[in-house]
């Protein structure tokens, strides 16, 4: 199924905004504080995550990155929307040592929402 395809049954299926819409404004409340979005934006107190879905786990090179995310990297992991939204549930859980202060999404739907809108993200370079 194409990619397009799939965004317009989660459309006729999914009541109300679409969840990349949702997405946004969860993004926006919960994880825009440390990190962007925006293709080109410089990194913050975290990563830029524009791009993020299809990249190796600490792929931003102008970001330093915690041992426990470069051991990650280093293990070839890659992010996917369902590698996303396990992060998203329990960061540290995932990656213990993780230097990222926050504690996670405990709403599923949030977690789908954002990971949708941030494979929808794009890298400037």
Do not use: I, K
Not at 22 to 43: D, L, M, Y
Not at 49 to 54: K, N, Q, Y
Not at 88 to 96: H, I, K, T, V
Request: one cysteine or more; a neutral charge; glycine letters at 12%.
């Amino acid at each position: 199924m194409s990619r397009a395809s799939l965004l317009l049954l989660l459309a006729v299926l999914h009541p109300g905004p679409a969840p990349a819409a949702e997405g946004r404004q969860v993004f926006a409340a919960r994880c825009a504080g440390c990190h962007a979005a925006a293709p080109g934006a410089p990194p913050g107190a975290g990563p830029s995550l524009a791009g993020v879905v299809g990249r190796r786990v600490a792929g931003d090179a102008e970001f330093d990155y915690s041992p426990a995310l470069l051991a990650a990297r280093e293990a070839g992991q890659v992010w996917d929307a369902g590698l996303l939204q396990r992060f998203l549930a329990d960061p540290d859980a995932m990656f213990p040592g993780l230097w990222m202060g926050a504690n996670g999404l405990r709403d599923a739907a949030d977690r789908a929402a954002v990971a949708a809108f941030l494979a929808g993200t794009t890298r400037a370079d």
